[in-house]
Structure formats: C-alpha cells, structure tokens
C-alpha cells in the first residue's frame, strides 16, 4: 500500500494585535482511491489464454464488477461495487481451480 504524508513546516508570524492568518479547515479524505479501497481483489496465476470477459464471467457470481484489469498475462485485478462482494472473491476463489490453474485471490 502506497501512503504519503505531508507535514507543512511552513511558521507563519504576525505582529501583536493582529489576528492569526485563517487555516483552511482540514478536509477528510474523500478521494476516489480511498472510497474504492477493499473493493478490488487481484488474481494471480490465471491460465495465460484468458480474457478479461473470461475472468468477469468467472467472478460474476459473488458480486456486480465494474472493472477488470489484466496488467500481465496471468494476472487480473478486478474491480467489485462493493467491499463485502470483493470479500467474497477471495473467500470463494483463493487458491481454487481455475482452467486447471491454482489460483491466488487477494484484496487490495
């Protein structure tokens, strides 16, 4: 997992009987990659010949997938609508057969 901090340093002064400079409110993090994270499992040792149409109807099963991504041959990281369905990905599929493949699932 990728983290990166930012600690501003910056000293900020200000004369006597001044008010302080305004500080932006913090913000939680609302980003994408933080909304969408526990929602994706990655395969790994899939039969090279497979698809990404092929890996989505394998999984379809336990859940609605928005997205499949095969950065390598025999790799696939797929996308769920929710947390709890890419759960089920890993507890229903790790280390099961797939194509005569012994297959690895794990939530990313």
């Known amino acids: 997992n990728d983290k990166t901090v930012t600690v501003d340093t910056k000293v900020e002064r200000w004369q006597p009987g001044e008010?302080?400079?305004k500080?932006?409110?913090?913000?939680?993090?609302t980003s994408k990659a933080v909304a969408e994270r526990g929602c994706r499992v990655k395969i790994t040792n899939m039969p090279?010949?497979?698809?990404?149409?092929?890996?989505?109807k394998a999984f379809s099963s336990v859940g609605t997938i928005l997205?499949?991504?095969?950065?390598?041959k025999g790799e696939a990281i797929i996308k769920f609508k929710t947390r709890s369905e890419a759960?089920?990905?890993v507890e229903s599929y790790?280390?099961?057969?797939?194509?005569?493949?012994?297959?690895?699932?794990?939530?990313?």
């Open 48 to 56: 090279e010949d497979l698809m990404a149409k092929d890996v989505a």
């Open 94 to 108: 790790h280390r099961g057969d797939l194509n005569g493949n012994r297959i690895e699932v794990k939530q990313l």
């Open 87 to 89: 759960l089920d990905a």
């Open 19 to 21: 008010s302080p400079p």
């Open 67 to 72: 997205e499949v991504d095969m950065p390598c």
């Open 23 to 29: 500080r932006p409110e913090p913000q939680l993090a």
